[in-house]
């Protein structure tokens, strides 16, 4: 079985640009959420989508969102990248309904802004 | 607020020694527990879960964790570290709402392995 695809891997931009991050959850998964990871911060919640509708949010503003397709894929987009938007971003997928359920997790974008 | 912390930033320990991490929830239910690792610029993956039941559980390349509800604890154990353990290690929490869509996880614990 597939585990959890995120691209691209290494990206860089500049400050005011946007960025889309896309995750394709194993198959079956219908939850997908969002973390950020900084050296600063650590690992923080974003966001869930599971069938296709945002389920948790995070504290984040609203530059941050994300959608989710009828295929449980999902896309995280940032818009006016800031410097401080710098991290490891990583994508989790989990069955999403039921009990006792675990996330697993992608590599992760790398994302740089200059 | 839920919240789960680390209480150590960073831990060294010799190849073939027993290794404890630490970890310390506060929920107000007992949640869901979890381990993951993390290698230099990788993802996270999972070593064990807690969900209930048994509170000692096995996990992958020989990790065990205890879950002890009194000290609001979920310590990660090793009874022999190899040098390839050498990564950073995460404790998460999630709400026992049946599925752990939404972590919060600790500061993480590096742990270095001497030869």
């Known amino acids: 079985k597939a585990g959890v695809t995120q691209t691209p891997r290494y990206l860089i931009k500049t400050r005011g640009q946007q960025v889309t991050l896309s995750c394709s959850p194993i198959?079956?998964?219908?939850?997908v959420s969002w973390y950020q990871q900084t050296p600063g911060q650590g690992l923080q919640f974003l966001f869930e989508?599971?069938?296709?509708?945002?389920?948790n949010k995070g504290n984040f503003p609203g530059r941050f969102s994300g959608r989710q397709f009828s295929n449980s894929r999902s896309e995280m987009n940032v818009s006016t990248l800031e410097l401080g938007d710098s991290a490891l971003y990583l994508c989790?997928?989990?069955?999403?309904?039921?009990?006792?359920?675990?996330?697993?997790f992608g590599q992760g974008t790398r994302l740089t802004v200059v | 607020a839920q919240s789960v912390t680390q209480p150590d930033i960073h831990i060294t320990v010799s190849e073939g020694a027993s290794l404890e991490l630490r970890c310390n929830y506060s929920?107000?239910?007992?949640?869901?527990l979890f381990w993951y690792v993390q290698s230099p610029g990788q993802g996270l993956q999972l070593l064990l879960k807690?969900?209930?039941?048994?509170?000692l559980v096995q996990g992958i390349k020989g990790f065990e964790a205890e879950f002890k509800r009194s000290q609001s604890s979920f310590n990660l154990r090793k009874p022999s570290v190899h040098w390839s353990d050498a990564a950073e290690y995460f404790c998460?929490?999630?709400?026992?709402?049946?599925?752990?869509?939404?972590?919060?996880f600790g500061t993480g614990t590096r742990l270095q392995v001497t030869l």
């Open positions: 989508y599971f069938s296709e509708t945002q389920r």
């Open positions: 807690y969900f209930s039941g048994d509170t």
């Open positions: 998460a929490g999630a709400r026992n709402t049946g599925t752990a869509s939404k972590l919060t």
């Open positions: 989790a997928s989990s069955p999403g309904g039921g009990m006792n359920t675990e996330a697993f």
């Open positions: 198959s079956g998964h219908r939850s």
């Open positions: 929920y107000g239910a007992t949640p869901y």
